[in-house]
Nanobody
Framework: QVQLVESGGGLVQAGGSLRLSCAASGRTISTYAMGWFRQAPGKEREFVSAISWSGGITYIADSVKGRFTISRDNTKNTVYLQMNSLKPEDTAVYYC????????????????WGQGTQVTVSS
């Protein structure tokens, strides 16, 4: 069973940047696709970005395209989400997740989740 711990969230002004990390333990994630999702108050959890085990395939939501970048370092068993030009509408709890298969935008296909990290963007 893999344990995922997100970090790097916080309070930032609009236009600022944050880098989220998702550190895995318990087993290697080097053969797993990884995804980032977010959930704002009163809203459903939504897809943000996903990456294949090798890093060669990435998907990004239209709402964050050009501002967010997903990456991974399998030697550190860690996945990252670089978030630039943050907007108030990016405010949410951000979760990482694992999938034993190809990366997907569909949250129901992910089987391991972290506890989330809060990102708050002030205007």
């Amino acid at each position: 069973q893999v344990q995922l711990v997100e970090s790097g969230g916080g309070l930032v002004q609009a236009g600022g940047s944050l880098r989220l990390s998702c550190a895995a333990s318990g087993r290697t994630i080097s053969t797993y696709a990884m995804g980032w999702f977010r959930q704002a108050p009163g809203k459903e959890r939504e897809f943000v970005s996903a990456i294949s085990w090798s890093g060669g395939i990435t998907y990004i939501a239209d709402s964050v395209k050009g501002r967010f970048t997903i990456s991974r370092d399998n030697t550190k068993n860690t996945v990252y989400l670089q978030m630039n030009s943050l907007k108030p509408e990016d405010t949410a709890v951000y979760y990482c997740a694992t999938r034993n298969g190809s990366p997907s935008t569909n949250k129901v296909l992910y089987d391991g989740w972290g506890q989330g990290t809060q990102v708050t963007v002030s205007s």
